[in-house]
Every structure is written in C-alpha cells, then in structure tokens.
C-alpha cells in the first residue's frame, strides 16, 4: 500500500492532468479516468467504474466534477473527495480567468481554430473507443436484459431525444426485470464465441 | 461582498438544476446571466458558449469562471465557480457514501445491473454527437455530403486504431490530433 501522502498527490496531479485536456464536454473525462484508474494504476474495475458513472450522472451538475468526487471518496473519504474536486476545477478556473481578459483575440485566432478542429476528430475516436470498450464488457456478460437495456436506452436517446433523467430512471427500474441468459435461452450459442 | 454572494447563490441554482451535462445548463446561465441579473449581453453569453467549448474542462465551471471574472474578477470567479459545484458535490458525497454502505444490497445491486448498460448507451449518444460535429467540414453548417472532411474521418480511424491496437493513451491522442490541426494550419495557410 501506498503512503497516505504520495496517494493524496497522485490524485490530485492525475485529476489535474485529466482536467485540463478534457476537450469537448464532460465524457471525454471518462476514457480519460478509465486509463488513468482502471488499466494504469488498476485501483478500481471496469464494473466499479460504471457504477461510478452511473451515480455521478444521476445527479446534477458536471459529470467530470462528479466522477471525481465519488472516485476521491472511494478511495480516500471526503478528503480524499476535496482533493479531487480541486485537482478537477483548477485548471478550467486558471485557463478561463486568463482567457476571459483577451477573449476576443482567442476566439477569432485561426490557429487556435485549426487546433481545436483536428483535435475534435481525436476526440471522437476517443469516446468511441471507451463505448466499445464497455459495451463489450456489457455484452460479453451474455445478459441479455442488460444488453436490451442499453439498446432500448441508446434508441431512446438518439432517436427519439428523450432527456437523460427518464432514461435513467427507466433503466433503474429495469434493473429489477428478471435475468435473461443467452446461454440458457439457447438462442444464440454463436452470438458470441 | 454581496455580490460574491450573488454569484455564488446564482451559480448554485444552475449547478442544481442542470441535468445531463453542459449543454443542459446553458439555458440556466443563460437566464440567470442575461436574463435575470443582466451580467452579460446576448452576444457576450454567444461568446461564452464558443470559448467554454473551446477550451477543456466542465461547461458550466468554464461559463462559471468567465462570468465571474467579468463581474467581479478573480474572486468573483472563484465564487461563482464554487457555487455551480457546491450542490453537485454534496449531493454526489451523500450517494457516495450511501453506495459505498448499501451497495451489497439486492435492491442497490438491482438498481446498478440497470444503471451499468444504460450510463454506457449515454456516452455512446455522446460519442454520436461528438463524431458528427468532428465530421463537419465548416462547424457553423449541418452534416451533410458538401460539409463531410474526409481527412477528419481519416483522423478518427488512425487514432481509433492507435488506441486499439497500440493502447496508447487518451492524452497522445488529442495531443497528437492537435499538433496535426497546428502544423498544418501553418504549413498550408
């Protein structure tokens, strides 16, 4: 086990570092987290992680802000909470007041523009890969409740907008469905070798 | 005083009610911050959305920051900032603490087994909505064939296959994609 003191400061620089090149809105914090936590430092599982996910966007506010506090509070109290929360605010709170002075300039900069462009392209395979990568992890489980659950979850998002509050809630409840095994179904022996 | 207060009460009622992610609580900044306490103009707050999704980090904590700066500076900025975070925070402590307590139970259990695959179809309707803004040739105009990048799907499908087949890291990536955005900004322009 590591000291107290070196897991504090790696929490806080790995929060930091998360934070500052979540680019493109609040869920590319997850395959950022997911690499850091799970595959690097293996303090928490894939299944753990989902769990985490699933608590943080069942309540308001930033999903990156709120992935952090139950990440730092799993591991470490409500200390270890606050110091993940600060390592995930600081670098949005000293990039933005430093650019609320000239914002201007940095809004209609062409090469800040072509940057962020590209970067957007990155970005994507970067969500995607974290969806398959859990999907897999879901799928894999050959639950078949659980597979319908994200399919129904994704149509309903996707196609028909439904906000993200009754979804959840929805699947919630599902949860409860009794489960339903590819396997001893014997629909689908080759579904998944 | 009383306006670091202001900022701080404003801030924690958009970080309340803003389900879902940034671009849920952009309608709450808008109203609390054009509309309400007549902080920015519309065209400021226009501002605002283009530059909290040019640079990283939480929307609402971006908007937050660049609001408060500009009504009352660097203080300013760390109150309206705390606000927006200090309902979510404590709300997430308290299902934190209760999950950590209750998770073996069959009902929590339960409630997670439905959770699980459906916090996983959310990023993926993210992940949907990222590709095809990244897939845009001119970001202003919708997707269409006259509007598709080829070289950004090109881009999409090497760092895909960099992070499949090679396990490098989320950080390279954008990192790397960014780089090729720079240099070929001044190399070709």
Known sequence: MKEPQNLYRTLFTSTFMLSAFTFGGGYVIVPLMRKKFVEELKWIDDVEMLNMISIAQSSPGALAVNTSVILGYKLKGIKGALVTVLGTILPPLLLLSLISLFYASFRDNALVAAVLSTMQAGVAAIILHVVYTMTRSILTSKNLTSALILFTSLVLVILFQVPILPVLILSALAGFLPDLSMKKEGESHDAVS | MMLYLELFLSFAQIGLFSFGGGMA???????????????LALSEFVDLITIAEMTPGPISVNSATFVGTKVAGPLG???ATLG??????VLVLVLASLYHKYRDLPVLAKVLRGLRPASAALIGAAGFAIVKVALKKTPQEALSLQNFSGFSLLLLIASFFLLVRYKKSPLFIIGLTGLIGGLSYVLFS
């Open chain 2, 25 to 39: 609580a952009l309608p709450l900044i808008e109203n609390q911050a054009v509309q309400v306490k007549g902080w």
């Open chain 2, 77 to 79: 900025a760390i109150s």
């Open chain 2, 84 to 89: 927006v975070i200090f309902p979510s925070v």
